[in-house]
């Protein structure tokens, strides 16, 4: 297949998505970029945002563990989706309430209200962090495509790739922010589901046995183990660790994101937020489901063929595509690689400009002016520059499974994130405000510790996407060590009841 005929097709993609853009951000203004002037469709959010939750991650990673040996093999990686389906309740019914009620447009303003100004920033700063992170890590993967079937035969450098990547990421979410990102992940979902499908059916004919036929043998294969509850906790894949490490990676990379909760507050008001979520969550356990199905297909195809698996299970679905299956598919690839990508990729720049123009520089505290809007759009860009800087870093010390590398940086990163809001929520306790950093600091040292000798403090155990859970434990115990007597007092008096309820 032709990089030619790719680049073209790649080309088309972005000039539609040039075209929403300037549909959605024609009369845009900053309060139009950071909330879409709070009008979304639900139903349009919720199917957005099942893209934006995958990612290239799990276009790529997710399918490739399917068959490989260690954490999530087989169906395991449904525990974890199960845990998802509990955390999104406690997202929809414990903070979408509170969210909505002090009308936040970043939900790290939350924390100035309940502890103070340094843990208010404090809680943005590990925002910035973990969504830097994961969204280098995320592009990352589809530049790393790109360069090996696609740009790098036509001689252009890596970091001419991940440049392009990024600014037309940084064009196209310019001016219209959320709500051209709110319209332009449907697109991007859309086109991702699409490439699966499609990409299942080719699979089927290939094998001379159909779709139908595949399932069937998908069904009857040892793939679709799904639970594993017999090796104790020792086992990464054990059902506990796996549910639990679920449910509150959803929380906080959902639910205390910025980036995820960003176009929930962009619906009308909390009833449809609330349906957004609930519709989200269901679709996106079948999603995931389907992802995992490809999985099984793409290695039971490998074995029709006699390919050999490649050393990282992350190349096994660009190999299949590209270099195996018709030229058709090999560009229905390229496309769901970059809506899966994009989808996640657009929405991180948006939400990393809207916390620093808020939670740092304090626009909403401002009157609105022209300055605002360059200032704005300069912060944009910088993120973009800064993405692109910590993806070379990753292109040189990379080399392991991205999504395993992803989750276990966030247990790290989101931690801190996860007691504060769990201490400021289940509790009426205020901290000493300036501690609050330190606290914050300490706690993902003491967890890398942990982690570190867990074989030889506790027994042989070894920890795997349950370290954020420990790191959030840490954080809570920190702020019991460092809270002030007397109870908590909103700076709202309508929200103190909702609040006070949730705390006691």
């Not at 447009?105 to 943005?124: D, M, N, P």
Request: charged fraction near 15%; glycine fraction near 8%; charge should be neutral.
């Amino acid at each position: 297949m032709s990089p030619t005929l790719i680049l073209l097709v790649v080309a088309l993609y972005f000039l539609l998505l040039l075209v929403i853009s300037w549909r959605t951000g024609r009369t845009a203004d900053s309060r139009t970029f950071f909330t879409g002037n709070r009008n979304s469709p639900w139903p349009v959010v919720a199917f957005g945002m099942i893209g934006a939750s995958l990612s290239g991650v799990t276009f790529i990673s997710v399918p490739g563990a399917v068959g490989a040996e260690g954490a999530n093999e087989n169906f395991a990686y449904m525990q974890v989706v199960l845990g998802y389906l509990l955390g999104y309740v406690v997202i929809a019914q414990v903070l979408l309430p509170v969210y909505y009620k002090l009308k936040l447009t970043s939900i790290y303003s939350y924390l100035e209200q309940r502890f103070g100004i340094s843990s208010y920033k404090t809680g943005a700063a590990f925002f910035l962090l973990s969504r830097i992170i994961g969204a280098s890590f995320r592009l990352y993967l589809v530049s790393i495509v790109l360069d090996k079937f696609v740009l790098g035969p036509l001689g252009v450098p890596f970091a001419f790739t991940v440049a392009a990547t990024i600014l037309l990421i940084w064009v196209y979410t310019l001016r219209g922010g959320i709500k051209t990102v709110v319209w332009t992940d449907t697109f991007q979902t859309a086109s991702m589901l699409i490439a699966v499908i499609l990409t299942f059916i080719f699979i089927g004919r290939e094998m001379d046995m159909g779709l139908g036929g595949l399932v069937g043998e998908i069904s009857q294969s040892d793939f679709t183990k799904m639970f594993y509850f017999e090796n104790g906790w020792s086992d990464p894949n054990n059902f506990f660790k796996q549910f639990f490490s679920g449910m509150f990676l959803t929380i906080v990379m959902t639910g205390l994101d910025q980036d995820m909760m960003q176009k929930n507050l962009t619906c009308r008001n909390l009833g449809e937020a609330r349906k957004n979520m609930y519709w989200f969550s269901g679709t996106l356990f079948f999603v995931n489901l389907l992802f995992l199905a490809l999985g099984a297909s793409l290695y039971l195809y490998a074995g029709h063929i006699d390919l050999q698996i490649p050393a990282r299970a992350d190349q096994l679905f660009p190999t299949i595509a590209l270099e195996h299956l018709s030229p058709a598919i090999g560009l229905v690839f390229v496309i769901g690689l970059i809506a899966a990508a994009y989808s996640s990729a657009d929405s991180a720049l948006t939400s990393l400009t809207t916390s620093f123009c808020i939670d740092f520089l304090n626009f909403e505290k401002k009157e609105a002016s022209s300055r605002q809007n360059s200032t704005r759009i300069g912060v944009h860009f910088g993120f973009s520059l800064v993405l692109f800087i910590v993806i070379l870093v990753f292109w040189q010390l990379n080399d392991e499974s991205v999504i395993n590398s992803l989750f276990r940086v966030a247990g790290y990163t989101y931690g801190p994130l996860l007691g504060l809001f769990a201490f400021g929520l289940f509790t009426n306790r205020k901290v000493i405000d300036a501690a609050a950093p330190w606290i914050c600091i300490v706690s993902p040292i003491l967890t890398y510790i942990l982690n570190a000798y867990s074989e030889t403090l506790l027994w042989g155990y070894k920890f795997g996407f349950e370290l954020l859970i420990v790191n959030g434990a840490i954080t809570f115990l920190g702020l019991l060590l460092i809270r002030r007597p007397g109870r908590h007092v909103s700076v709202d008096p309508d929200t103190e009841g909702m609040i006070g309820e949730i705390g006691k």
